[in-house]
């Protein structure tokens, strides 16, 4: 079975700091993982997604997510943050061979001015 | 292009009471997918439909939960009867295809709804 672990509740990160949003993951096959983003009263939004290929990847609003496979990872990151990142970010996988997308609890980030 | 709409935004009913939501994908998206959101948690699948077609519907609990997508465009997700524990955002999305599995999800705004 696949599964997700976002292993923090809530990050808080200082206007214009560095971010990291962590994320690991289990699947039997070859993942596809993605990253979406919500926003308060409403629907989840699509930041990128790894398939195959250069583990960095890039996305919407400056963010990018590093693939590691021996760590079982894809943490979400982001140079300098801002305050209107704050914000629910889900990390989601679905197996190569399966169709089911699982999503992670969810990890809040709150920017701080 | 439009984005996937849902109806209605909000609901309140009491316990028993039956409950439909309905969604609307994106033109020529042939994936849709109901999730449910709880307070707290990451969404859960509730059922895939490919076209009209149900690829997986194993988490529906099928006692009291149903939905159709008749024409393969829109779909409608009902609860009958409604328990205190569906209260939930229910979200709607859509996809190109799944064929290969690495398609992107487009959600609607969600049904936020509370059960008294």
């Known amino acids: 079975a696949q599964s997700v672990a976002q292993p923090e509740d809530q990050v808080n990160v200082a206007e214009g700091n560095p971010l990291t949003v962590k994320c690991t993951y289990s699947?039997?096959?070859?993942?596809?993982l993605f990253w979406y983003v919500q926003y308060p009263n409403r629907g989840l939004q699509f930041l990128l997604k790894y398939i195959t290929g250069d583990n960095l990847v890039k996305g919407s609003y400056g963010f990018e997510a590093e693939f590691n496979k021996s760590q079982t990872s894809f943490h979400l990151k982001k140079p300098s943050a801002l305050v209107s990142d704050s914000a629910l970010y889900f990390c989601?996988?679905?197996?190569?061979?399966?169709?089911?997308?699982?999503f992670g609890i969810g990890t809040k980030l709150q920017v701080i001015p | 292009e439009a984005g996937v709409a849902q109806s209605p935004r909000y609901k309140i009913i009491e316990k028993r009471q039956s409950v439909a939501f309905w969604c609307n994908p994106i033109s020529g998206h042939a994936t849709l997918y109901w999730y449910q959101q709880i307070l707290g948690q990451g969404p859960k699948l509730l059922i895939q439909?490919?076209?009209?077609?149900?690829?997986?519907d194993s988490q529906l609990p099928k006692d009291r939960f149903s939905a159709e997508r008749l024409k393969g465009v829109d779909s409608t997700l009902k609860i009958q009867p409604a328990k205190l524990e569906d209260s939930a955002v229910y979200l709607c999305?859509?996809?190109?295809?799944?064929?290969?599995?690495?398609?992107?999800?487009?959600f609607g705004p969600g049904t936020r709804l509370l059960v008294l």
């Open positions: 989601a996988v679905r197996d190569g061979g399966y169709q089911k997308v699982t």
């Open positions: 699947v039997s096959g070859n993942p596809y």
């Open positions: 439909f490919q076209n009209n077609g149900v690829v997986d």
């Open positions: 999305a859509s996809s190109l295809d799944i064929t290969g599995g690495s398609e992107t999800q487009y």
